[in-house]
């Protein structure tokens, strides 16, 4: 009887780490979701039968923890990237540092194959502090494992996202709602067409080389919020905040957030505003979903089956709907 293969994913409890451990699960594979609260993803391991999906403690700081989940994986994934910097986990610690660590040690035990997650936007020149340390991530990873996958996917979306469940959230708490960069462009992309790409990239079945993940559209800021109003049924002005007001914004939230020694979260910080200057789309330079052959999904296939909570009357409102609609005809 063959060895079962076995795949590390590091981030693997994460937004997307959690689609790539349940499609590797149903590929047959054991999975170890490496995380550095293990006792907090225990939901992991219904995505298997018994046994099959574990997920164990990791640092990605460190050498010593990585190499330990990592010895006997026939495959690695690596999702772990941060949207604002909180503590020791900075974005040259988690998305350049922690991105060498594991192309290094892979390369040294000789792992297989190697699939990691960076993002549209990645630019070593870039004002933005995310961007370039995606990027030195990248180079890192190609220069210890040339024949990695590597995808740079749009912004994500899905039940768990922190884009549309975010905005959607606070339409509910008033008339108003602020956005910056309105006119940016996004390609918003479905998690789990993310994860489709990073299996094929596990089993083998990707080219080496750096592909961009977009959706099948493209919308502004404000196109995406019209569309999610429109969702959740609910009316909202849509106010652009300025670069340069936003820019005051982030560095005063980010002094708020360092005084309170990361107790308080900041809502923006100036390295997303910095980020959100620049459109955020398949650029056409790289490989994208079509060298895959994945069917990219829609926004109007999935949002509406997650946003429905934020309708005023939530799970009823189609009902409510229904015999409002009755009473009109």
Excluded: H
């Excluded at 030195?136 to 996202?161: H, M, T």
Aim: proline share 5%; glycine share 8%.
């Amino acid at each position: 009887m063959p060895k079962q293969k076995l795949v590390t994913i590091y981030g693997g409890s994460g937004f997307v780490g959690r689609y790539v451990a349940q499609r590797m699960a149903q590929e047959g594979w054991r999975v170890r979701v490496a995380t550095r609260r293990p006792n907090d993803a225990i939901w992991v391991r219904p995505y298997g039968v018994v046994g099959q999906v574990e997920p164990v403690f990791c640092n990605i700081r460190d050498d010593a923890s990585v190499r330990e989940v990592m010895t006997g994986a026939d495959a690695v994934v690596n999702c772990v990237g941060v949207l604002a910097e909180r503590g020791k986990n900075t974005f040259e610690a988690t998305q350049a540092q922690g991105a060498e660590r594991v192309a290094r040690l892979a390369t040294e035990l000789g792992v297989p194959t190697l699939t990691q997650i960076s993002a549209i936007g990645a630019d070593a020149d870039s004002a933005s502090s995310y961007a370039r340390t995606k990027a030195r991530g990248e180079e890192a990873v190609l220069a210890a494992y040339p024949n990695a996958v590597i995808l740079r996917p749009s912004i994500i979306f899905g039940p768990e996202d922190q884009f549309f469940n975010r905005f959607a959230g606070m339409a509910k708490m008033g008339p108003l709602l602020p956005v910056i960069g309105a006119g940016t462009r996004f390609q918003p992309v479905y998690v789990d067409d993310v994860a489709r790409a990073v299996v094929m990239g596990v089993l083998g079945q990707a080219k080496p080389g750096i592909y961009e993940l977009g959706g099948p559209d493209v919308s502004t800021f404000r196109e995406l919020m019209r569309y999610m109003l429109t969702v959740i049924r609910r009316r909202a002005l849509i106010v652009n905040v300025p670069f340069w007001a936003a820019s005051i914004m982030g560095r005063s939230f980010d002094l708020v957030q360092r005084a309170s020694f990361d107790m308080i979260d900041a809502p923006v910080t100036r390295d997303q505003v910095a980020n959100l200057r620049n459109d955020n789309v398949v650029s056409g330079k790289t490989m994208t979903f079509e060298d895959l052959g994945i069917e990219t999904t829609s926004l109007e296939a999935v949002v509406p089956d997650y946003l429905w909570r934020f309708r005023p009357s939530g799970q009823y409102s189609e009902i409510k709907k229904s015999a409002q609609d009755l009473r009109e005809s």
